[in-house]
Structures are given as C-alpha cells and as structure tokens.
C-alpha cells in the first residue's frame, strides 16, 4: 500500500515557476514508477510527465515538454514537478500516481493516487 500527498500548489503569473511535491508513504516506493497529471474543472484527466522507479527514464506530454521536469528522490520517498513558464493553460488540480512496473502516460494504469494540489496561472 503507497499514500500519497502532494503539495506546491498556488496561484501564480503567467510566466511564472512553482514545484510540486509528492511525498509517498510505505516501503518499496523506489520500485514504483510515478507519474503526474492534472485535470481541469469540465475537462478529461490529462498525463503531465512520469519517470521510472530508478529516476533514468522520464516522459513528457507535448504540451509540456521544455517546460516542466520531473524528478525523483528515492531517499526522501518523493517526486517532484519542477514547473516552468508557466501558462494560464496550466490551471488544473495536479496529482501525482503510482504504479509497479514501467513508466506509462495512461492513467487507469496508475494504482495509486493522491488527492491533488491546485494550480492557478494568471493570466
């Protein structure tokens, strides 16, 4: 069993940087590959980034790629999203995921989920 509890969220400008935080509880979280996605009000979940459980392999969504960087810290049981120039586009509420196994961008492949941080961009 992995809890999972993000933090970082806020509201900034548009162009903007905030870091997000998802502290994991329970052992073996090194073995998990993580993955980030947010969800606007009205809109579908969409994949942001993830990485694999030894922090050597990340993917991107295209919306965000060159922008946000995901990363990893085993020892302290975290993952992070390093979110730059940011865009009012990028309002949603994020969540961080787990799952054991490779790194996939399709979240019903996600066991386990966070309750979220929101992010609001100005504009």
């Known amino acids: 069993q992995v809890q999972l509890v993000e933090s970082g969220g806020g509201l900034v400008q548009a162009g903007g940087s905030l870091r997000l935080s998802c502290a994991a509880s329970?052992?073996?979280?090194?073995?998990?590959?993580m993955g980030w996605f947010r969800q606007a009000p009205g809109k579908e979940r969409e994949f942001v980034a993830a990485i694999s459980w030894s922090g050597g392999s990340t993917t991107y969504a295209d919306s965000v790629k060159g922008r946000f960087t995901i990363s990893r810290d085993n020892a302290k049981n975290t993952v992070y999203l390093q979110m730059n120039s940011l865009k009012p586009e990028d309002t949603a509420g994020y969540y961080c995921?787990?799952?054991?196994?490779?790194?996939?961008?399709?979240?019903?492949?996600?066991?386990?989920w966070g309750q979220g941080t929101q992010v609001t961009v100005s504009s």
């Open positions: 995921a787990a799952r054991r196994g490779g790194i996939t961008t399709f979240w019903n492949s996600y066991e386990y």
């Open positions: 329970g052992r073996l979280f090194a073995s998990y590959a």
